[in-house]
T-cell receptor
Framework: ELKVEQNPLFLSMQEGKNYTIYCNYS?????LYWYRQDPGKSLESLFV?????AVKQEGRLMASLDTKARLSTLHITAAVHDLSATYFC???????????FGTGTRLKVLA | DAMVIQNPRYQVTQFGKPVTLSCSQT?????MYWYQQKSSQAPKLLFH???????NEADTPDNFQSRRPNTSFCFLDIRSPGLGDAAMYLC?????????????FGAGTRLSVL
C-alpha cells in the first residue's frame, strides 16, 4: 500500500527565513504533486514533478524530486506572510488515476 | 472562469435526510473524483470515475453513492447523513492522458449535519 508522509506537520517561521518541507513516499511513483490549501478553501495545484531530478520553481517556492530516495522537497525562500497555508504533496502510481495525499504541513509565517 | 464548479458551496442537512452534491466541469476531462476532507486532515478519496467506469474505494461507506450521467456532471449522494459526515467535499477532474495528470479542484461544498 502506497503511503505518503510529510514533515513537519506544523511549521511556524519568521518572515524572511528559509525552510524545507519534506515528502516521503513508500513505493515507486511516477508523478508527484504539490498543492496549497488556504483555510476553508479548496486545493490549488502548485507543482507537478514527473521525473527524477525534476525541479520546479514559482516565486519563493521551489519543489524537487528524488525518485531513488522516494523524496520530494518544497523549499521556501525568504518566507512572507502570504505563504501561510497548508501544503500537501500527493503521488500517483503508474496506470492508475488515484492520488494518495500526504498528511499535510500547516505553515504559519509570522511577521 | 471556473472550470470545476461545485454546488452548493454550503449545504446544511438534517441527520438522516438524503442530500446530493453536484459537480460540473468545462474541461472535458475523462476522470472525475470525489474527496471528503475533514478539518485538519488530508483529502480522502471516496471514489472516482474514468469515463463511465466507476471505481469505489474499499473503505467508502455504502451510505455514499455517486452518479455520472455524462462527461460534464458528477453527483455525490449521501443517503442517510450522520454527524460524522460533516466535512468539506471536494470534486476534482483530470485528463485521461497527457503530460501530467494534473488535478483541477472545485471550490468545494461544506456540508453540515444537524
Amino acid at each position: 500500500e502506497l503511503k505518503v508522509e510529510q514533515n513537519p506537520l506544523f511549521l511556524s517561521m519568521q518572515e524572511g527565513k528559509n525552510y524545507t518541507i519534506y515528502c516521503n513516499y513508500s513505493t515507486t511513483s511516477d508523478r508527484l504533486y504539490w498543492y496549497r490549501q488556504d483555510p476553508g478553501k479548496s486545493l490549488e495545484s502548485l507543482f507537478v514533478l514527473l521525473s527524477n531530478g525534476a525541479v520546479k520553481q514559482e516565486g519563493r517556492l521551489m519543489a524537487s524530486l528524488d525518485t531513488k530516495a522516494r523524496l520530494s522537497t518544497l523549499h521556501i525562500t525568504a518566507a512572507v506572510h502570504d505563504l501561510s497555508a497548508t501544503y500537501f504533496c500527493a503521488v500517483t502510481t503508474s496506470g492508475t488515476y488515484k492520488y494518495i495525499f500526504g498528511t499535510g504541513t500547516r505553515l504559519k509565517v509570522l511577521a | 472562469d471556473a472550470m470545476v464548479i461545485q454546488n452548493p458551496r454550503y449545504q446544511v442537512t438534517q441527520f438522516g435526510k438524503p442530500v446530493t452534491l453536484s459537480c460540473s466541469q468545462t474541461l472535458n476531462h475523462n476522470v472525475m473524483y470525489w474527496y471528503q476532507q475533514k478539518s485538519s486532515q488530508a483529502p480522502k478519496l471516496l471514489f472516482h470515475y474514468y469515463d463511465k467506469d466507476f471505481n469505489n474505494e474499499a473503505d467508502t461507506p455504502d451510505n455514499f453513492q455517486s452518479r455520472r450521467p455524462n462527461t460534464s456532471f458528477c453527483f455525490l449522494d449521501i443517503r442517510s447523513p450522520g454527524l460524522g459526515d460533516a466535512a468539506m467535499y471536494l470534486c476534482a477532474t483530470s485528463r485521461e492522458r497527457g503530460a501530467a495528470y494534473i488535478q483541477y479542484f472545485g471550490a468545494g461544498t461544506r456540508l453540515s449535519v444537524l
